[in-house]
């Protein structure tokens, strides 16, 4: 057989196969719908990130940022528990979760230091610090680090500040950067403080 005639057997096996009366790849069942694994982490605020609990309050007094006032008075409130919030995020886009600490006081649990630690191979570095001697606590919102600051005044109680800064920082560059800040300032009248009667 010549190889002309091969190939036209070939050719009409092949379009025989293709005929009206079949499905073509339809044939063969529906297409598989396994999840796709990207080769790529997600960097996202969202991902989800090895957290390992840390001892916030060893990592607060070893800390060489952190003031030698602050570390004096971190101490238990009653028996073994400090006045010690943590949470465990994405801020800095790290392998690992990042910590935010925030220090308050056992009387009144007014924050007196906030904090961001970014996980360094097994080690946790400090990459923000904010101390008032009033207010101050940070948080977490949408992948952006948010530090709210209560403003107080001469004769204010702390149960009533006069006013609250609200300052929002973005990863970028290694670095925090800010990127909002507004400021609220609250009634006199709130917190029996009343405001003085009018002489009409």
């Known amino acids: 057989m010549s190889a002309t005639v091969v190939a036209v057997a070939a050719l009409g096996l092949l379009l025989s196969s293709c005929s009206t009366g079949g499905s073509g790849a339809r044939d063969e069942g529906p297409a598989r719908s396994e999840p796709v694994v990207s080769a790529s982490p997600s960097t996202s605020p969202s991902a989800s990130l090895p957290t390992k609990k840390i001892d916030a309050v060893r990592l607060v007094k070893n800390d060489p940022k952190v003031s030698p ?8 409130c009653t028996g073994d528990s400090y006045p010690v919030d943590v949470t465990y995020g994405n801020l800095t886009g790290g392998q690992s979760a ?103």
């Not at 308050?104 to 649990?109: E, L, N, R």
């Not at 009533?160 to 609220?184: K, L």
């Open 69 to 76: 006032d602050i570390k004096r008075d971190l101490k238990p």
């Open 98 to 200: 990042d910590v935010v600490v925030n220090v308050q006081s056992c009387a009144d649990a007014v924050g007196i230091g906030s904090y961001v630690y970014r996980a360094e191979g097994d080690k946790y570095e400090n990459v923000f610090s904010a101390e008032e001697p009033a207010s101050v606590y940070a948080e977490i919102d949408r992948g952006d680090l948010v530090v709210t600051k209560q403003m107080y005044e001469t004769g204010d109680s702390v149960a009533y500040p006069s006013g609250e800064e609200v300052i929002t920082y973005h990863w970028s560059s290694n670095r925090f950067t800010e990127t909002e800040r507004t400021r609220s300032d609250f009634s006199n009248s709130v917190g029996g403080k009343p405001t003085a009667p009018s002489a009409d």
